[in-house]
């Protein structure tokens, strides 16, 4: 099967139909502005920004519709579309520009100075402003106007062939870019498109960053393909997402963190939700007490589970499972296959945990110049997902634990690899572990056991907040530092994480 443009397909089925809305400029786009605003900037990234295909066309920004131009343009040239995640801090970001080498970099308004700095330490690098552009700059809105449509057709491409790149930063500290394609688009849409039957009247409310497979792929490319509309918000905002739920939106995702904010927001109101027809959660574990308030309010939030190098969707829990199922993420959805097996790689019964494989057209051919991270996650092309799950007598799942050094705050990951790093470079600090702790707000935050050189006084706290937060975004800094004389570690030397983690949530 060779890719064809699905956007203009869509375009000439539903030229009129409303596609995308921006909630805070308040832009709107028919498939067919979409579509054409896509071929600008296909055009536009060839004329003015010196780009080919193959190339890698980086955003960093919030939130906006016209991502979604920059997304399907980007098919359409057959560029690379790397979302950088706007939390990370500079150093951070540079680490990933170095990784995948963009030609250019578009950049809101909200993040110039880090943009300029990115763009003088890099060259050569095209940088494109979406509102104003500063001295050597290009300008995007002019570059689309000036620019015909590029009216294709395109080649039809395979459909491995790479279309943008999300990072993720992995167990040993270092990002990897996880190739996304045009086979694991339409493979999500058969998976999520089909189990919450996406159709042509629903409207989704788009809370989540666009640098995440959830913002992108939770519902939205899939709703694109049949013709949905996207109404994307800049930022998570409880009044604004309340509001729309209330009056507009059909569907909606969120992660837990999310689902927390709404609840405890004073509007809050099952009855006046009743618009939305079906929630889904997912990105963590949804914790059992917020599922029951949901539940209590009239609205059954189905857990769902996946990955980035999973498209996401690997599992959704069935509506009528929720009650019955609380707790499991549910059944592995149409285009996805999974096997629970030991530490030895052998199967295991129901009700016995192990490690979580995933196989199918969803999954990633792999990371961005990175084969011997690919060899080590993809075998036989089955993924390792580094999650425990086991599987009851009705073929429902249930994530246990997790073998991969991760925890996840508000949604996002945190590879403690990554912040140890950045804290054994302080001169105080000798030895580190980083583990995740509890949190009602967050799911989890993260707890640094710092063991001291001798002689040395313990550095305050804040400082090492602030020494962190110099080199890593915000939701990586670590909430509370405990001293220690050394680690726990195990016969052969590691550090024994459990320990520290059960440590760390009893106090
Ligand atoms: P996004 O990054 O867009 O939020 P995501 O969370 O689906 O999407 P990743 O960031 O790659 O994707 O994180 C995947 C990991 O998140 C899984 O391997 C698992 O450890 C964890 N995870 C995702 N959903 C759940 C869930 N429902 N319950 C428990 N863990 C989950």
């Known amino acids: 099967m060779e890719m064809f443009d699905l956007l203009a397909q869509r375009a000439r089925v539903t030229p009129e139909r409303p596609a995308l809305e921006d909630l805070d400029s308040g832009e709107r786009y028919s498939y067919r502005q979409l579509n054409e605003r896509a071929a600008r900037l296909a055009a536009a990234a060839r004329e003015h920004w010196g780009l080919r295909e193959g190339d890698r066309l980086a955003y ?37 520009m170095d990784d995948c080498e963009p030609g250019a970099l578009i950049f809101g308004g909200e993040f110039a100075e880090a943009a300029a700095t990115l763009a003088r330490r890099r060259g050569p690098l095209t940088a494109v402003a979406l509102d104003g552009a500063g001295d050597g700059q290009r300008d995007y809105c002019a570059d689309l106007a000036a620019t015909e449509p590029d009216p294709g057709p395109h080649p039809e491409k395979d459909p491995d062939t790479p279309w943008y790149l999300l990072y993720t930063s992995g167990t040993t500290g270092r990002p990897k870019g996880v190739i996304q394609t045009f086979r694991m688009m339409l493979a999500n849409h058969l998976n999520i498109g089909l189990a919450v039957n996406l159709t042509g009247d629903d409207v989704l409310l788009n809370v989540l960053p666009l640098f995440h497979t959830a913002g992108i792929n939770l519902y939205s490319s899939a709703l694109f393909l049949v013709g949905g509309c996207v109404l994307v918000a800049r930022a998570f905002d409880p009044d604004q997402s309340l509001q729309v739920l209330e009056n507009r939106a059909t569907i909606f995702f969120g992660v837990p963190a999310v689902y927390q904010a709404l609840l405890d927001h004073p509007s809050f109101d099952g009855e006046r939700l009743k618009g939305v027809r079906s929630w889904g959660c997912g990105g963590a574990p949804l914790s059992l007490p917020v599922a029951q308030r949901y539940a209590e309010q009239g609205i059954r939030v189905r857990t769902g589970m996946g990955m980035t190098e999973t498209g996401p969707t690997v ?41 979580l494989l995933v196989r199918g057209p969803n999954i990633t051919p792999g990371y961005w ?58 001169p105080a600090i000798a030895e580190v572990a980083v583990v995740g702790m509890p949190d009602g707000r967050w799911g989890e935050v993260g707890k640094a ?26 939701y990586k800094v670590p909430r509370a530092f405990q001293w220690v004389d050394a680690l726990p570690r195990n016969a052969l030397g590691k550090v024994t994480k459990q320990e520290l983690r059960d440590d760390a949530a009893r106090r």
Not at 60 to 83: D, N, Q, T, Y
């Open 60 to 96: 960093l920004g919030h939130s906006r519709a016209e991502f979604f131009a920059m997304l399907f343009g980007c098919a359409k040239a057959g560029l690379i579309l790397v979302p950088l995640n706007w939390r990370l801090a500079v150093p951070e970001l540079e680490v990933l």
């Open 315 to 355: 599992f959704l829990l069935d509506e009528e499972l929720v009650i019955d199922k609380a707790g499991s993420v549910g059944r592995p959805q149409l285009l996805t296959e999974v096997r629970i097996v030991d530490r030895d790689g052998r199967d295991l019964p129901d009700g016995e945990a192990g490690e």
């Open 369 to 426: 110049g990175r084969p011997d991270a690919t060899a080590e996650a993809i075998r036989d092309g089955w993924l390792r997902s580094g999650d425990v799950a086991r599987r009851d007598a009705d073929g429902c799942y249930y994530i246990v634990d997790r073998w991969k050094d991760m925890y996840i705050s508000g949604g996002e990951n945190v590879y403690p690899a990554e912040v140890e790093k950045v804290l054994e470079r302080h």
């Open 449 to 474: 056991y710092c063991g001291l050189h001798p002689d040395v006084e313990a550095p305050d706290r804040d400082q090492l907040r602030a020494f962190c937060r110099e080199y890593l975004a915000g």
